[in-house]
């Protein structure tokens, strides 16, 4: 399995829902319920924040994962906090695809200024607590959001190039 890590594109919209729509299905480990539609994937690709940073995994022709920053939702106002979710597909996991993704995403993210991440996770979701934990994040708050519990964990962005 060779990955290349690299920017999404908007001709991804398809990869993105085969890897994504899946473990929306499986009710696990996303806050999303409901699968997305091909249009609705194109347009968010198509609207998509110019000061966002979105990166897939291909091992060839097919989608393996994604892992994307938005501006933090309620901090537009701090421009240098952002959110960041992470999806490798069904099947692929624990192979590294994460942290490749993660590797790529940091440098977007220093590029374009951003100084902390945070990671929402359902707290029932210990694979992917561990996983952000591995690179770093460290849990900050926990709360109650409908039905399950969530941990929010942050990393700071080092500003050092090396
Ligand atoms: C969480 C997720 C993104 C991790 O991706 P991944 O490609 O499987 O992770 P990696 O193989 O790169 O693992 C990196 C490190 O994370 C930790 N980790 C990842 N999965 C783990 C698991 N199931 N149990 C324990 N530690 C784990 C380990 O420290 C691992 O390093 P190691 O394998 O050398 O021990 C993936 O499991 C996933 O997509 N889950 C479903 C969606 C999800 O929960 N997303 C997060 C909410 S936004």
Known sequence: MVIEVREALFADAEGILQ???????????SA????????????F???????GVFIVAADGETLVGLQSIEPAPGRSADPEIGEISTFVRLGSHRR???RALHAQTL???????????????RADNPRALAYYRSLGFVKTARWDEGDSSVVRTEIQVSTETT
């Open 32 to 43: 999303m319920k409901t699968p997305l539609t091909l249009a609705e994937q194109r347009a």
């Open 19 to 29: 890897v994504l729509n899946p473990i929306i299905e499986t009710g696990l480990y």
């Open 45 to 51: 690709l198509a609207g998509f924040t110019k000061r």
């Open 107 to 121: 440098l977007g993210a220093k590029a374009r200024g951003y100084r902390t991440l945070i990671a929402t996770i």
């Open 96 to 98: 590294g695809i994460g």
